[in-house]
T-cell receptor, first 113, second 113 residues
Framework: QKEVEQNSGPLSVPEGAIASLNCTYSDRGSQSFFWYRQYSGKSPELIMFIYSNGDKEDGRFTAQLNKASQYVSLLIRDSQPSDSATYLCAVNEGGGSNYKLTFGKGTLLTVNP | DADVTQTPRNRITKTGKRIMLECSQTKGHDRMYWYRQDPGLGLQLIYYSFDVKDINKGEISDGYSVSRQAQAKFSLSLESAIPNQTALYFC????????????FGPGTRLTVL
């Protein structure tokens, strides 16, 4: 069974620090990788996606992908208390254009003022 | 108005009852999904539909059925609810032309007593 693994946390960082969230996946054929943010009691919202090895930056967020190691990470620079949420890693297992996502269990991030 | 709506938002029911959760979207997306989320767990895919005539089982479809009444509507039914179906249910949509992004509804909190 295809799996997506994340540290459950909680991960606690001080305001202004870099938060590093990690994810590993089991399916070597996976092509697309996503990070969702979910506030308590709310629905997930997409914050980043990445397809190619290397880094992808969007504002304070950087996604990093290493397909050889089957590893994807999310860095949040200058962390703010409003970043406190659960971060879900998701991997496309469908291949091609059949996007069907497998989600990790999420990492709870707490940013302390 | 929200692009993806779910009704009801909260529901308490009894074991053995039939219940339907409804999802509607105004995004014009062709693909729709139903997930459930349990505390401390990630999102698990129940059913997905890539168009009105295409419905597929996800990883946890037992005990559930779906109906895609129109491109904009996708309903999830529990024929005979049981307590371990108590969970938070999310509907999501995506556009096959831009299938990299799934948009989630606000969720339905279901309690089966």
């Amino acid at each position: 069974q295809k799996e997506v693994e994340q540290n459950s946390g909680p991960l606690s960082v001080p305001e202004g620090a870099i938060a590093s969230l990690n994810c590993t996946y089991s399916d070597r054929g996976s092509q697309s990788f996503f990070w969702y943010r979910q506030y308590s009691g709310k629905s997930p919202e997409l914050i980043m996606f990445i397809y190619s090895n290397g880094d992808k930056e969007d504002g304070r967020f950087t996604a990093q992908l290493n397909k050889a190691s089957q590893y994807v990470s999310l860095l949040i620079r200058d962390s703010q208390p409003s970043d406190s949420a659960t971060y879900l890693c998701a991997v496309n297992e469908g291949g091609g254009s059949n996007y069907k996502l497998t989600f990790g269990k999420g990492t709870l991030l707490t940013v302390n003022p | 108005d929200a692009d993806v709506t779910q009704t009801p938002r909260n529901r308490i029911t009894k074991t053995g009852k039939r219940i339907m959760l409804e999802c509607s979207q105004t995004k014009g997306h062709d693909r729709m999904y139903w997930y459930r989320q349990d505390p401390g767990l990630g999102l698990q895919l129940i059913y997905y539909s890539f168009d009105v005539k295409d419905i597929n089982k996800g990883e946890i479809s037992d005990g559930y059925s779906v109906s895609r009444q129109a491109q904009a509507k996708f309903s999830l039914s529990l024929e005979s609810a049981i307590p371990n179906q108590t969970a938070l249910y999310f509907c999501a949509t995506s556009d096959s032309r831009r299938a990299d992004t799934q948009y989630f509804g606000p969720g339905t909190r279901l309690t089966v007593l």
